[in-house]
């Protein structure tokens, strides 16, 4: 079984030594007062969580599946996840970062993004039915009336109930516009302003589940007057058991779960086609701006996503590097290491170091970024200052889309790697590892495929406001550069890093123009241009993290040499790839479209 | 459920308007009689076999998995599976490549190879069954006695039998010097000349199973007088049933199927634990020189795994560019395509067809490549002119692990951009792209890792003999380039070719320079080094490939039109990655072997 130790010393430097949150914090109202011991303190006592309750679950919990009975059209989780969760909801967790007026702790949003990064290495499949608990949470909190929040958010907040987002249709992921569930007025009995809804909805994620006593659904459906396309979508929050006035809950609502999807991973959450006929269901937000509605939402869940493979990256190095210390296969070339044992542990091949230094160092530029992006949310969230607000509120704009689609993605190329440092002990079962790259795989499909999340960096993030927050990060850049380009121990980095960022602003002008000619050239550009800017920004933390450790070279501290070694790796292995990035950005649509689509 | 439709007409491009098979086969004696029409009738005759008989049976093969029986060790292969292969023996199908001589139809393996192209897009699981009966049928035609020969090879040829390599132990995989299964002389009933090897062996694909009536497995193990390591190891041929004098069958052997591994994917083939326990083996070639009578099947088996891959990269475009051009979400970004439609065809997106086109440029530059290695071994094997002969046993020896790692790695990029195209139902089972990617994992691991093909090609094949090897792929390319650097139609393939030619040879030199004061030097950049090779070998060929093309300008054969719409994307979007290639490879082994391993 795959072995989990929460990297807590790497999330403090992350916090303190990297970006020094309780600074940021101290600014911000309703965090003034977190100080580092009780990040810490949270940290551990949740790292524990992660590693003693449900890391032991992951693997049974995928080789189990979730059950479901046709009869009831009940789901069963996987063995323990019931009892997990329980632990997880009297432990508090739920609340951790959410509103004080409905009962959470309220937070930062910074710190639990590290709660959730353990969580997802530990057993992503669990995760998610709490993870997506908090999106529903906050949408809810953003667009519910007074009612709809006093009814919902103190039970997700305290996790008493989780939720879900019903937005796929069998014919339509991606083009929501094309959806067909209908709300009509509810007749009668909809004294209470209810909709009946009807529809069916596919890939739902923990849509039905025994882990709690209700399930919100927040679903997208048509009203009858409704404009044709994703101009005419409302949400509607749809519980699985009406809730009475008392809070107490009432009748069983008209939306089960008609079938289980078989996955490639992720098994032990519960994939469900949700079958609504006539299902009790309370508009949130405007009729016909369900969209951008459900876009807070989703919004947090692409981050969420890249947490996820973050979690992974992480878990499967670790595995990864404890299997290369102790399998003991050929000599060194460079001569035995170990001449003492029949053979030299894997590590001393380069190549394997090159495989988990890859998974290293994506695993450890992907913490910096995603808790930068988490401190930047809670600045947008809670600063008194509307420029640092705003500033804030752009740069989380712009760097969702690359949390989601570079962290995914990276996640697929380490835990993949991480495999083959096993060998063919790494395609069997056994192990776990085949596991991080089956789970893993999904990350880059949904909350938004990774093309979508590209178009949304490129299209709108970048050029739709002409680089306006594009600018907000090359400004944050820049000005690092300049202060250290002055110390040579750093030039190293700053080089390449200022080459980069040259290269990525020209880039960014060169498909503006372009895109103005065909906006095809869009569509053809912007995986690879994502990535580009993936790597910017993970050189820039690298850049910063190698800071961080020449300034502690006196101390001989190990962790600050492991640190400053995987920067180095990484600018000399995984930052040329933007040379072909750079390359195959300039490929042209021309070449992606004259063939013929009968060709194919 | 997957279609497949075999790929004829491509093969037929490639057999005869890009290689002219025939003529080079009508200088080899035994196939100066094959003709156009009998490899087409082949291929048409194989291809069917393959779409009609176990492409239906891939699906239901991965759900349904072998079984052991643990009281008799009999595992039973999925349904389907043992009358399929009774078909196949029927059909002639395994004696295809044989030597006539043991009743085989002497064919070259120039065919075969595009026979097991398609068998492998159809059903990777099943086709393993077969495929390593045919390599343990050429290790036995090489190294085994007469009467070996003579008791094995015809029912091997004809299908009969099956065969097997027992190669791995549970602490030994690319190690086989540490293996410790052993082999005792049999004593008084040995008067048969056998010996009694015990051990225990694990990973050995198509191990057991209920298709055949005996299987005949390849043992590594050590004779009581061996020396220590990869210098003391014996192949032993162990039959499952003796062979009595006759021909027929005698007493069951003691070797045993104790148990079957749970794997990602091939859950069609029965992947086994073999125990021996003084099982009956006879000496196959030389005593300690097992390793070398058992790489004549493991290079044979590269170029298969290579194939296995090219099956997959095929049969999961095809799939994919189905769903893509059916499958309605959004406009394009440059105006609807399809206005009667709610939507357009997902194919219009321009990010959809490079993904497409990644898999269709690695499928048929693949095919190019793999056909043309096999018309080398067909010219290794059978050509009177010794300087020929010579020529093509080098070009093989180079371009083995190329096919091994390069295939199987660009499956790997290309099933999951193929399960991409799909979105969430890329995921599910259902459409059966997730298998595709599971069952191309292994490829990457098996019959040597792709980094231990990646030292062979650069330490071994390239440094070792001075790039004596390289040098005769260059000086094709150079020829190629001279003769159609002159018309300008193909500038804009030629010149990105020599381009990376001159940069690949003086990588190779810089390499061999760094590897004289370090030998890390290889193991840091090998990895790149075969891709960059890889790359060169394929721009080759699609140059080539555009020079076919462009011949038939005139004929406005969307054929020919499409072949160079392909040719133009593989130099736009996938010979870029070169550009990050050849940087990485220069990372040097400093950056990776500079952390000490107890900081990993």
């Not at 069963?76 to 009962?103: H, I, M, N, R």
């Not at 689609?405 to 440092?421: E, G, K, P, R, Y």
């Not at 101390?555 to 040379?579: G, H, S």
Request: hydrophobic share 40%; proline share 4%; glycine share 8%.
């Amino acid at each position: 079984m795959p072995h989990y130790t929460p990297p807590l010393r790497d999330m403090h430097f992350v916090l303190h030594e990297l970006l020094k949150v309780t600074e940021t914090l101290k600014t911000l109202p309703p965090h003034a007062e977190v100080d580092v011991e009780t990040l810490n303190a949270v940290l551990e006592e949740g790292g524990k969580f992660a590693s003693e309750v449900i890391a032991p679950l992951n693997q049974s919990g995928d080789a189990e599946g979730c059950a479901l009975n046709r009869d009831t059209h009940e789901v069963t989780a996987p063995s323990g996840f019931k009892a997990a969760y329980a632990t997880f909801v009297e432990g508090g967790w739920p609340s951790l970062g959410c509103d004080t007026a409905y009962g959470g702790q309220g937070l930062p949003v910074s710190l639990n993004q590290c709660l959730y990064e353990m969580l997802n290495s530990a057993n992503q499949a669990w995760t998610m039915y709490p993870g997506l608990t908090h999106g529903a949470y906050e949408c809810l909190h953003a667009h519910g009336t007074p009612e709809q929040r006093q009814t919902y958010l103190p039970r997700l907040t305290s996790g008493e109930w989780t939720g879900t987002m019903c937005l796929t249709e069998a014919h339509c992921g991606t083009d929501l516009g094309l959806l067909r569930t209908r709300a009509l007025p509810g007749g009668d009995p909809s004294a209470d302003g209810s909709f009946l809804i009807t529809g069916n909805k596919i890939f739902i994620s923990a849509g039905e589940h025994d882990l709690a006593a209700n399930i919100v659904h927040l679903v997208l459906a048509r009203l009858p007057d409704a404009p044709e396309g994703s101009k005419g979508i409302s949400l509607f929050v749809v519980p699985k058991f009406l809730v009475n006035a008392d809070g107490s809950l009432g009748a069983r609502n008209a939306i089960v779960c008609s079938a289980l999807e078989h996955k490639m991973g992720i098994h032990g959450n519960a994939t469900c086609q949700m079958s609504l006929d006539g299902a009790r269901g309370w508009l949130v937000g405007q009729p016909h701006k369900g969209l951008n509605a459900m876009f807070v939402m989703m919004n947090a869940a692409r981050l969420g996503v890249g947490t996820q493979s973050l979690g992974l990256t992480e878990v499967a190095y670790q595995n990864a590097a404890a299997y290369a210390k102790e399998r003991l296969q050929m000599r060194s070339l460079s001569g035995p290491k170990a001449p003492e044992l029949a053979a030299d542990p894997i590590i001393v091949h380069p190549d394997v170091r090159r495989m988990l230094l890859t998974a290293r160092a994506y695993a450890e530029g992907g913490r910096a970024l995603a808790v930068y992006t988490a401190l930047l949310i809670d600045q947008e969230l809670s600063s008194t200052d509307a420029a640092v607000k705003e500033d804030a509120a752009d740069l989380v704009a712009l760097l969702t889309p690359i949390v989601k689609a570079f962290l995914t993605d990276n996640a697929w190329i380490s835990t993949s790697h991480c495999l083959q440092v096993f060998g063919g002990h790494g395609y069997i079962r056994e192990w776990g590892m085949e596991q991080f790259v089956r789970d893993a795989r999904i990350n880059m499909i949904y909350e938004g495929t990774n093309t979508i999340q590209s178009l949304d960096l490129l299209g709108r993030k970048v050029l739709l406001d002409r680089g306006k927050k594009l600018k907000k990060l090359i400004v944050l850049i820049q000005q690092f550069i300049e202060k250290e380009g002055a110390d040579t121990a750093m030039l190293e980095f700053i080089n390449p890093l200022a080459d980069l960022g040259e290269k990525a602003s020209k880039l960014s002008t060169e498909l503006g123009l372009k895109a103005f000619t065909n906006p095809d050239e869009v569509g053809a550009a912007s995986v690879d241009y994502l990535r580009v800017i993936g790597h910017l920004v993970f050189a820039y933390f690298w850049a910063r993290m190698a800071r961080v450790a020449i300034d502690h070279r006196a101390d001989d501290d190990p962790f600050y040499r492991a640190k400053l070694a995987t920067a180095r790796f990484y600018f000399a292995f995984l930052l040329p790839e933007t040379a072909a990035l750079i390359r195959s950005a300039r490929g042209g649509a021309r070449s992606l479209m004259s063939m013929d689509a009968s060709l194919f």
